[in-house]
Every structure is written in structure tokens, then in C-alpha cells.
């Protein structure tokens, strides 16, 4: 297989970064970053593909995914497309922590893989609407004043500060589409538009709000070629990803009434000044409805009804000898997703779910950040109960062995339980928890001793994560990610003791008491826990 680039991507688990790996990973190395699991993304594994799961607005985090991947390979391109952005339009600490400090901790870690572009992902919507007769260009000042603009503003900020160091390009992006939609306020406007309902033939103003759409096939296309590329951009650069020009209302509303039932529908326009009141009464409208929707529409979009964003994306074709598909443009594809709107609703609505989701903080990676700050001192507090104490018997069989010896597997027990909390899959904790028993048990462990462990390793454990502040309202993430499935080790203990003499190898009888295989045990199960890449085949073979 030729390899073109190795690249990491952030935000992989989102949608431009699904069809980023789906397009991009048969060849080229992916070196993928994400808040979620590959298996809570369904993205399939990959010989090419490095799934590497971590917060961005965490700069420890961020380090050791550098240094893992400095251990592999030589990187080309970041293609930074990590962002948090809701519809609120609330101020909300995630557009400072991921937005802002994120890509700053991105940029570094390009500094220090040494790579050729930081591609930064930024937006059209960054830039105020422009005034009549006038056009967003690539020298437009990112100057929207709500918050998720801002963010983006301080984002292509930080990269022409860092462009000193690394070339650095930003990408202002359209509005991207796929044929399932998965862009929110367009899904909303067909679900409204194409419902019997009593708001199903409004528009609001004149129906001329109008921005910018991209297809996913042409935005991918778009980031192909900065690659191809990259020899002649300069160090610091903005590029449009777009057409020039906007689709209106007006015009996905008769497109789509037209397609769907097979005939024009007239529109019935509701004037800017009423447009609040009727906003409101659709909420109230909706509170009587057998099934319940939040009403997507917010009070801040009134300002920017009968808007239109009209874009002059000349010169980044000009660079990048590159044009939009002309059967991909919104208007004309229309029918396709329709089409899939009418016949495969599940998919859709499954789809369009998926890209409303904006999770500002995932619990299991505060957990998991914790853990890793306390694993030294709640190991040593552990090690206090078993070995040190003079108490009880229960735990001569762990006095047989050395201090260093009940680290190392005390060590990849906390890691195995960092991978179950990281990757929140909880057969990988009790496939390997299947494998550490067998190996006490051949040692001659008796199951009242591990099961003792266990309780104190999961007190212990709780109280430590009990006195962070950032942890005192999850009670039940705590118990689902810590209680839970060291209960269910313990259950397995009880289980396996019955028929181990089965299931253990021969060779494991005579293994050597001074536990030769726990320092290479310990180091892959803690690369299990910091990255959780391979696949379970894969990872068997370490």
C-alpha cells in the first residue's frame, strides 16, 4: 500500500470527521483524536487508523498523545476540526476551554511533532453578515460578536501567532451537508416545512435568510487539495470552503414542498416584527403536541432574518485549482436527500440526533483525569492495607512478594480500570480481568484475598475521587465507572475459582514466583488505558 500523508485528526468522532477517516484513512495513517470511544462512535477498526481518545483543553492529556505518536510515526498534517458549539447562544465555558485553550494545546503538540500545516477549522459564521452588494472574502474580519464567533476568532488568532513556528492555514467552512442532512438548522427547516402542521407554511421576513452550503464530498475534496497543495500556501493563510452563492428560505422551502408532495406550495411570510411573538407561541403550540420536541428555533435568530451571506471564495479556488461540484450544490441535491428523508426515516432521524449532540463535559474523562492525577498516592494507600498491616491474614499471600512486585499489579489493575472508564467498555475489563485471575490463581491467591483487594481498592479509590470538587455532584458516575465493574470482578472471581483448574495452562503452574511477566503486562494494559487504538485481536498479541 502506497501511504500519501500520516495525519492527525481532531474531532474525529464528529460528522466531517467520520467522513474524514471513511474517505481519507485507505491511504493515508490517521492518527485520530476524540472525546468518545471507537466503539461509542462505530467507526470501524482500521490497519491504518490510531484511535487515540482525549480531552483537547487538557495540555497533559495532549503531551502524551504527543509522545505516543512520536513513538510510531512522523507526522505531516494536524486537520483540527475539535469544536463545541450549541444553539443556545449562551456563553458557556467550553468555547474558552475547547475553542480556545484546545487548539492552543493543538498548536503545540504540532510544535512538537514537527509537522509540515496545522489545518484549523474555523467558520463563515465567525464573520458578520455582510451589508448589502458586499461579500465575505478571505480578508474578512472574523468579527461576529456571539460566542461561539469569538472563539473562532481567538482560534485563527492563535494560528497566525503560531504560523511564526509552523505554517498554519484556517478554513472558514460553509454550511456542511451530507446526503442525510446532519446539519441542525437545515434538518429543522424540512422537518417544519414538510410537516401538516399549523407553522408548516411560514416563513419568517421575506423568506430570503439565505447562507452558504457545502456538501461533505466537496469539503473533503477542499481539505484533499490543501494537501496536495501544500508546497505553495504560505505560512499563514485563510481559505474558503463554499460556494459563492447563498441559498435562501424561500428556495428550500418550494424545492423541497414541490418534491415531496408533488407540488408547489404557497408560503405565507411572517413580517420580522412578529416573528418573536410567533416564535413563542410556537412553544406554547408545541407544549400540546402528543410528542413533545424542543422547539429548535431561538430568540437570536430574529436579528438575522431576510440576512444573506454572500461570499467571494475566488482566490481559495484560484489556489487550490479547485471548484464546487455542480450536482452537489444544495438546490440540486435536494432530491437526494429527500429521498432518503421519505424512504429510510430511522436512519435519518438516528443521523440528524447524533449531530445535535454538543457535550461540553464527559464525566468519564473527568473521572479518568483524576485517576491518573491520584494513582500513585491511592496505590500506596492500598499497598498500606495489604502489605504493611499486621491485622489480618487474609493478605499473606500478597506479603510473599515484594513491594515492587504488588505495585506493578496493583499498576495494571488501575490502568485496566482507566481503559474501562476511558473507552466505557466494559467487556475489555473482564476479558482482562479473566487473564489476571487466571494468573494469581496458578500462584496460589485464594479468592477471598483478591475479592478483599478489590473492596479496599474500590473504597480507597472513591474517597480519593470524592474529595475532588469537579466530582461532587456525579455520585452515580462514580459508582457506573468505579463500583460497578469492580462488583463485577468480584462476581467473576467467585465464578471462575470454580472451574480454573480447567482453564489454566500447564506452564503457568511452574511460572516463576518473582511474577517475570507483570512489568510487560503492566505496559500494555497501560497503553491500553491511555489510548485504546488496536483492536482486542490486536492488542492479544502484545
Request: with cysteine; aromatic share 12%.
Amino acid at each position: 500500500m502506497n501511504i500519501k500523508h500520516t495525519i492527525v485528526l481532531t474531532g474525529a468522532s464528529g460528522f466531517i470527521g467520520k467522513y474524514f477517516i471513511q474517505n481519507y484513512v485507505d491511504d493515508n495513517i490517521i492518527f485520530a483524536i476524540a472525546r468518545r470511544s471507537r466503539n461509542e462512535t462505530g467507526i470501524p477498526f482500521h490497519d491504518n487508523l490510531h484511535w487515540i481518545q482525549c480531552d483537547i483543553s487538557n495540555y497533559e492529556s495532549v503531551k502524551s498523545v504527543g509522545e505516543y505518536i512520536r513513538t510510531i510515526s512522523e507526522v505531516d498534517y494536524i486537520i483540527h476540526l475539535a469544536a463545541y458549539y450549541d444553539y443556545s447562544y449562551e456563553d458557556n465555558i467550553a468555547y474558552d476551554r475547547i475553542n480556545v485553550q484546545g487548539t492552543k494545546n493543538v498548536l503545540e503538540l504540532a510544535k512538537m511533532l514537527n509537522i509540515k500545516r496545522f489545518i484549523f477549522a474555523s467558520s463563515l459564521a465567525a464573520c458578520n453578515f455582510p451589508k448589502n452588494n458586499e461579500y465575505i472574502t478571505e480578508e474578512t474580519s472574523p468579527d461576529a460578536t456571539f460566542h461561539y464567533a469569538r472563539s473562532k476568532k481567538l482560534g485563527e488568532m492563535l494560528c497566525k501567532e503560531y504560523s511564526h513556528e509552523i505554517s498554519c492555514t484556517v478554513v472558514r467552512f460553509a454550511a456542511v451537508f451530507s446526503d442525510w442532512c446532519e446539519y441542525a438548522p437545515l434538518n429543522m427547516f424540512l422537518n417544519t416545512w414538510l410537516a401538516k402542521k399549523i407553522e408548516s407554511k411560514f416563513l419568517a421576513g421575506k423568506g430570503e435568510s439565505a447562507v452558504t452550503y457545502i456538501h461533505i464530498r466537496d469539503l473533503l475534496s477542499f481539505l484533499g487539495k490543501i494537501l496536495e497543495k501544500d508546497s505553495i500556501l504560505p505560512n499563514y493563510g485563510v481559505l474558503i470552503a463554499s460556494p459563492d452563492i447563498p441559498v435562501t428560505h424561500k428556495e428550500i422551502f418550494e424545492i423541497s414542498n414541490r418534491y415531496f408532495y408533488g407540488h408547489t406550495v404557497r408560503p405565507y411570510f411572517l413580517p420580522k416584527f412578529l416573528a418573536l411573538p410567533g416564535l413563542y407561541l410556537k412553544k406554547i403550540l408545541n407544549m400540546f403536541r402528543p410528542t413533545n420536541y424542543e422547539v429548535f428555533e431561538r430568540p437570536w435568530m430574529v436579528k438575522y432574518i431576510d440576512k444573506k451571506m454572500n461570499v467571494n471564495a475566488k482566490k481559495s479556488r484560484e489556489i487550490l485549482k479547485w471548484e464546487p461540484t455542480p450536482r452537489l450544490n444544495l438546490k440540486r441535491r435536494l432530491i437526494f436527500l429527500l429521498e432518503n428523508l421519505k424512504n429510510h426515516p430511522d436512519e435519518w432521524n438516528i443521523r440528524n440526533a447524533e449531530s445535535l449532540k454538543r457535550i461540553a463535559n464527559r464525566i468519564n474523562l473527568i473521572i479518568y483525569e483524576k485517576m491518573v492525577e491520584c494513582k500513585d498516592i491511592v496505590i500506596n494507600i492500598i499497598l498500606e492495607h495489604i502489605i504493611d498491616t499486621t491485622e489480618s491474614s487474609i493478605f499473606d499471600k500478597f506479603k510473599e512478594y515484594s513491594r515492587n512486585d504488588n505495585y506493578c499489579n496493583l499498576s495494571a489493575l488501575y490502568h485496566l480500570l482507566l481503559a474501562t472508564i476511558r473507552s466505557t467498555d466494559r467487556s475489555l475489563f473482564l476479558d482482562y480481568i479473566d487473564k489476571i485471575i487466571i494468573r494469581r490463581f496458578a500462584e496460589g491467591y485464594e479468592p477471598k484475598s483478591l475479592i478483599a483487594m478489590l473492596k479496599i481498592f474500590q473504597d480507597e479509590l472513591l474517597i480519593k475521587l470524592n474529595s475532588y470538587t469537579e466530582l461532587k455532584n456525579y455520585q452515580q458516575d462514580l459508582y457506573d465507572n468505579i463500583s460497578f465493574p469492580l462488583q463485577l470482578a468480584q462476581d467473576e472471581i467467585e465464578d471462575l475459582y470454580d472451574n480454573l483448574v480447567l482453564k489454566i495452562p500447564e506452564e503457568l503452574y511452574i511460572r516463576n514466583a518473582n511474577l517475570p511477566d507483570c512489568p510487560e503486562l503492566q505496559k500494555a494494559i497501560k497503553q491500553l488505558s491511555a489510548l485504546y487504538q488496536v483492536s482486542p485481536e490486536d492488542f492479544a498479541k502484545h
